[in-house]
DNA sequence: AATACGGGGAG
DNA sequence: CTCCCAGTATT
């Protein structure tokens, strides 16, 4: 039997029952496969129940605002496919008339949708001879393969999708994809994966070569940031402080506090940190030092320091990034995760 | 070709 | 800690 032949047939009796599997609708597989962009199952699955819920179909998605996507959001990581997908639903409605497309070719166009999540779409809804090519596959292939290119690589990108495309031929492409990913995420895991009873150990080449554990091959470090954030809790009455991140930097266009970064911890007695504070809220400011915490991100680590201010004076017309809203109004906002935690935790 | 973009789970 | 997850956009 085949490679291709035997992971549908491990598939077929050892697929989890997922809520996006039994459905051809290529909105909701949308909605699923960027929700699962680097993003685990377990992870994703609630997310996707929330979002099918709130949005039943590409014009209920693409009447939403902004801040009622990223809100849904909030905890998932990487906003701007929340972002993206605002702009795409409302693209679709506005240019397919509300009907989700199904083929590669309109699929690649759309904003946040990328070849992994058009081959991925467009074979799953109507079955298109695409063939994806995710971490999993990577994973697989490359063990399988013996393919020791770096699969980051420009080359070993270009092996891997040439021999994804190869193997697809004379499948079904929506029940082998699946497959093989399925394959890639519950058998041939990253660690430990499950040689013992795989159903194709015999043909594998790293199994063989023991080579399990070197591949697949993959380059890069990332080098991580450090960065300290020091945030600023002002609440005068029902009304709180908070301020709008922008583009160019993490948490784009979610809210937090008003704040100052610098390049290492602030101590109390640094007189150019008084002084920058004194600037930003007045000089009657009182001051007082909340919890610290270590926020780890992909690419750089946060150190966050929350500070209480009273008696503080903001001056918004040189500050028309800060703003004061009521209490209530702010909690609904989209905020990143260590500061929703800080509001669930502090503010009442 | 490199880098930014989140957050969390497994080992 | 390190690795990596149903990747994409930007530089």
Known sequence: MSFQSEIVKWYLSNKRDLPWRDTTDPYVIWLSEIILQQTRVEQGKPYFLKFL???????????????????????????????????????????????????????????????????????????????????????????????????????????????????????????????????????CKPKSPVCSECPVQLGCYAFKHKKIDQLPVKLKKVKVRKRWF????GITGDEILTKQRMPGDVWQHLYDFPLIETEEEVSMTSNEFLTQVEKLFGKDLELKVLEG???????????????????????????????????????????????????EKHID
Do not use: C
């Open 53 to 187: 819920e709130n949005f039943p179909n590409v014009s209920a998605f693409a009447s939403a605002s902004e801040e009622q996507v990223l809100k849904l959001w909030q905890g998932l990581g990487y906003y701007s496919r929340g972002r993206n997908m605002l702009y795409t639903a409302r693209y679709v409605v506005a240019n397919y008339g509300g009907q989700f497309p199904t083929s590669y070719e309109q699929l690649i166009k759309l904003k946040g949708v990328g070849s992994y999540t058009a081959a991925a779409i467009s074979s799953f809804s109507s079955n298109e001879q695409q063939a994806v090519v995710d971490g999993n596959v990577y994973r697989v292939l490359s063990r399988y393969f013996g393919i020791e290119e770096p699969i980051n690589s420009n080359l070993g990108q270009k092996m891997f999708s040439e021999l994804a495309k190869e193997l697809i031929i004379d499948q079904e492409p929506a029940i082998y994809n699946q497959a093989i990913m399925e394959f890639g995420a519950l058998q």
């Open 230 to 233: 020091n945030y600023f809790v």
């Open 293 to 343: 915490k270590k926020h780890i991100l992909t690419h750089q680590i946060i150190y966050v320091q929350f500070f209480a201010i009273d008696n503080y004076i903001v001056n918004f017309n040189q500050h028309a990034e800060i703003k004061s809203v009521k209490i209530e109004a702010f909690k609904q906002l989209p905020h990143p995760k260590i500061i929703g935690d800080f509001i």
